[in-house]
Each structure stands twice: as structure tokens, then as C-alpha cells.
């Protein structure tokens, strides 16, 4: 099972996940400090034995561009969107075989549309192929939730697993009602 990192700013902002051996690297580096280790778990390495990181800190505060934390993916889409269609409202494991999640923007691209967060919703391919390049209103199909920009950390955790320690970092940055809303997102298997 992959088990990752969780990285900090030097502003305990928590940034993303980072594979276990990037993580080790940034420590043995200088560029980041071990802020919380899985206990009993070491990793040693020619020259010294470290902890199991379990979360990070950056030793130098970086700015992320908005540019990037606001970037559309699929990813982060469906998750926003609960895995479920926004025009027929089928989950994902309602699908039929052949058919898929897609991106559709309410105002094509084809028209002006942007391809922002308060422009996308997921839809399967069906429903998509129906709106085709068509305002919301010509077609008379409407969003089940009108879409706004997500929390950029709110989504990443949507799609992995929180372990206690890293998930105590998320609520003293973005408090307990944040945490609450990721796993409401995540689902009973979060509640580890
Ligand atoms: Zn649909």
C-alpha cells in the first residue's frame, strides 16, 4: 500500500502529499523537518537512521501560485461532484459498462465557456453527448449543485486516506468543520 507524507508549509498550511522517499530526501536535504513520525518505524540510510516520517514541514515558506491550486482535473472534479453525474444524478458505480464520468462545462468552450471550477461539472457521457454544445437553458438541463471552486486541500484529501496524525495538522489549520466535511467526503473508511 502506498503511504505517503504530508508535506507543510513553513506556515503549518498544509500543501499536499508526498511520496515517502521524496519526503526523506527534503529532510536529508535540510529543506524539511520531520514533524510528526510513525512510532517504531525507522528508515536508515548509509549514513544515518531516521524516523518514519508521517508529516513535514518545509524549512522555507514557498508560495504556491493560485494559478496552480486552481487548475481543473478530473480528479478533483468528480470528488467536488460526489462521483455522481450533475444532470441525471447517477453514481459513478451506476454506470453501465462503457459508459464514464467526463468534464462538461454549463457554458461551452465551443461559446466562451472557460474551463474554470465555476464552469465544470462532471456528467457521463451520455449527458454530455445530450447537452453537446449547448447552453444550460436551450437544453433544459441544470447542474443538481451550481459549481464553485473547491478548497484546493479539501480536495486532495477527498481522494486519499488521512491517517490521525496527519489529519490533526488539516483541523489546526483549517479547523474541526473542515476535517468534518473531508470525511464526510472520504467516507466511513476515513474514520479509521
Ligand atoms: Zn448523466
Known amino acids: 500500500m502506498f503511504v505517503g507524507c504530508l508535506a507543510l508549509n513553513a506556515s503549518f498550511e498544509p500543501l499536499t502529499m508526498v511520496p515517502m522517499r521524496r519526503a526523506l530526501r527534503l529532510v536529508i536535504d535540510g529543506k524539511a523537518e520531520i514533524v510528526e513520525a510513525d512510532h517504531g518505524k525507522v528508515v536508515r540510510s548509509e549514513r544515518m537512521t531516521l524516523p518514519h516520517p508521517a508529516v513535514i514541514r518545509l524549512t522555507r515558506f514557498i508560495h504556491v501560485p493560485r494559478k496552480f491550486r486552481r487548475q481543473v482535473t478530473n480528479t478533483f472534479l468528480f470528488a467536488r461532484d460526489h462521483y455522481q453525474c450533475q444532470y441525471c444524478g447517477r453514481h ?101
Open 92 to 192: 459513478q458505480s451506476a454506470l453501465k459498462p462503457r459508459e464514464s464520468l467526463t468534464r462538461d462545462h454549463l457554458i461551452p468552450l465551443s461559446r466562451g465557456g472557460l474551463n474554470q471550477w465555476n464552469n465544470v461539472v462532471t456528467a457521463c457521457n451520455h449527458c454530455n453527448t445530450r447537452k453537446g454544445n449547448r447552453m444550460p437553458n436551450e437544453i433544459d438541463m441544470h447542474p443538481l449543485h451550481q459549481p464553485t471552486e473547491p478548497h484546493f486541500v479539501h480536495l486532495s484529501w477527498a481522494v486519499r486516506r488521512l491517517t490521525p496524525p496527519q489529519a490533526k495538522y488539516i483541523e489546526l489549520f483549517y479547523g474541526a468543520e473542515t476535517l468534518a466535511e473531508i470525511r464526510s467526503i472520504e467516507g466511513p473508511r476515513a474514520l479509521l
